[in-house]
C-alpha cells in the first residue's frame, strides 16, 4: 500500500529542508546530518523533552525550544547554533552537572560516559555553582546490578526502557524538585525487586554511571543497545499504515 505522509518544507540553519509532517525538529536534522545536542532522548524510546539540551531557536518564537518533542511545520525556520544557544547550553549542563556528583577522576565510567562527552563538546570546563554533593545511598543489593543516584541525572531513558520495551516498569520516579529520584517498585531496594526481569537494558541505556552492572566493562555497554531499533521500526510501521 502507498505510504501517505504530509511532506513540509522549512529551513534548518538558513538551509532549504523537506521532511515528513510529525517528525520532530532533533529527527529531521539527524536526516540531515546537522548536529543538535540531545542528552534524555536516545531513538527507539519516547522522547520527553527532560534535559532541554537540544534546545533551538525558531524565527518569531520567543524563547527556544526542545528539538526532540517539537514537531516541524510548513515554513517553520530553525537556528540550531548560535551564541545564545551555547550559552544556554552550557548553563543547563553546568546545572545538571552542579546537582549531583559528577566527579569523573572517581567515576567507574570516566571515559564511556555520554554526560561526560557532551559536557566537553559544549565546552564545559568548569562549573560556576557551587556543588550540592548529597551522599545518597548506593544499591548494590541486586546481584547483577548496582545503582548509584549521586550519578543520576534524571534522563528517564531507564525508566522509558524498562516500561515500553521491556514491559517492567521496574523504574519511575519519586520525589519533586532536588529531591526527585528514581524508585524502583514503590521504592524497594533492587534486589527485592518484583518486577525486574534483570534483562539490563536499564544499564545499557543509562548515560552515566547511575545504573551499572556488574562485571561488565562500561565500553562494553553501549555496545548491547540492539533492542532499541526494534521499536522505532514498529512505531514507523503503525504511522505509514495509518
Ligand atoms: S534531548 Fe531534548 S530535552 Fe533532552
Redesign the pocket.
Known sequence: MAQKFEIVTLKIDGKDIGARGGETI?DVAKENNIWIP????LEGLT?V??????IVEIKNYRNPL????TKVFEGMDIITHSEKLSHYRRLIMELILSERTHICAVCSVNGYCELQELAQKLGVDNIRFPMLLNRLPVDSSHKRFVRDDNRCIL?GRCVRACTEIEGAHTWDFMGRGLNARLTCDLDESWGLSQTCTGCGKCTQVCPTGALIEKGIPPSQRRNKRDFLPYLTKMRKGEEDNE
Not at 523533552?49 to 537540544?54: E, F, H, I, K, N
Open positions: 532533533l540531545a542528552l534524555c532522548h522522547p523533552g527532560a534535559c532541554r539540551l537540544c526542545p528539538a526532540c518533542v534522563c
